[in-house]
């Protein structure tokens, strides 16, 4: 069975960073970029960031640029999230997908293209 697994996630105070981890199960996704999203209670699932299959380009919402970076370890397939200066809005879960179709060389933003999912992991964040 192959599945996302999405890690890092808990209860964090304003102005704490914190890092998701995202590693699949049951195969690599080597020639595929992979992303993250996150929805909040009554809202619509918003793109996060996203790396291509072979790292070299990386996309991240332009809400969220200057706070947010995304990483990839290409050997696992895993990808990485740091959130920095953690803001009341940045509650939310936060899932990581992988590209409905192989070597695509940008990143797409709709989560229409996106064909595997994780659980996701829940950030929480106190003021």
């Known amino acids: 069975q192959v599945y996302l697994k999405e890690s890092g996630g808990g209860l964090v105070q304003t102005g704490d960073s914190l890092r998701l981890s995202c590693a699949p199960s049951?195969?690599?996704?080597?020639?595929?970029?992979m992303a993250w999203f996150r929805q909040a209670p009554g809202k619509e699932r918003e793109f996060v960031g996203g790396?291509?299959?072979?790292?070299?380009?990386?996309k991240i919402a332009d809400s969220k640029k200057g706070r947010f970076a995304i990483s990839r370890d290409i050997a696992k397939s895993t990808i990485y999230l740091e959130i920095n200066s953690l803001k009341s809005e940045d509650a939310a879960i936060y899932l990581c997908?992988?590209?409905?179709?192989?070597?695509?060389?940008?990143?797409?933003?709709?989560?229409?293209?996106?064909?595997?999912w994780g659980q996701g992991t829940q950030v929480t964040v106190s003021s």
């Open positions: 997908a992988v590209d409905g179709q192989a070597l695509r060389d940008a990143v797409s933003t709709s989560p229409r293209l996106y064909s595997i």
């Open positions: 049951g195969r690599t996704f080597t020639y595929y970029a």
């Open positions: 790396v291509v299959w072979n790292g070299k380009q990386t």
